[in-house]
């Protein structure tokens, strides 16, 4: 009785699964913000941000101006993958996108780590300033 709930929870989870290469491939996706610094200086405070967050880093690529960070399982989540695309828009100021997608859609309530990735790298933008 029990051998047909294994093919609908199988089907399930794959029918949500975000892996590094879906989430890198949403870029278009992303909420935006700009801050008022040098790509160098966003980029290191994202790294130091995601850190903070607990995050654990999966990619970080400068060059290309990307960082793919996750989260594994909680009370709430299966877990996220996040992406992080960052793009200079000057000598003083930095566009950055995030993009965070379940690793598992069903019965999946992550944080929003997109409102709180911004505030970090804000709160470590402030503190990196006053050094």
Avoid at 66 to 76: E, N
Avoid at 93 to 111: C, H, Q, W
Wanted: glycine residues 4%; neutral net charge.
């Amino acid at each position: 009785m029990r051998v047909w709930l294994i093919p609908i929870i199988f089907a399930l989870a794959l029918s949500g699964c975000a892996s590094t290469e879906s989430v890198k491939a949403s870029r278009e996706e992303g909420v935006h913000r700009v801050y008022a610094a040098p790509y160098k200086v966003v980029y290191d405070a994202t790294l130091a941000a995601a850190k903070a967050k607990k995050l654990d880093l999966l990619e970080s690529d400068p060059a290309a101006g990307r960082i793919v960070v996750s989260h594994g399982i909680s009370w709430w989540s299966w877990g996220e993958r996040i992406a992080i695309w960052l793009r200079p828009l000057s000598d003083s100021s930095t566009d950055v996108a995030i993009v965070s997608k379940p690793i598992l859609a069903p019965l999946n309530y992550p944080p929003d780590w997109t409102s709180q990735l911004f505030e970090q790298i804000a709160a470590e933008l402030q503190s990196s300033a006053s050094k």
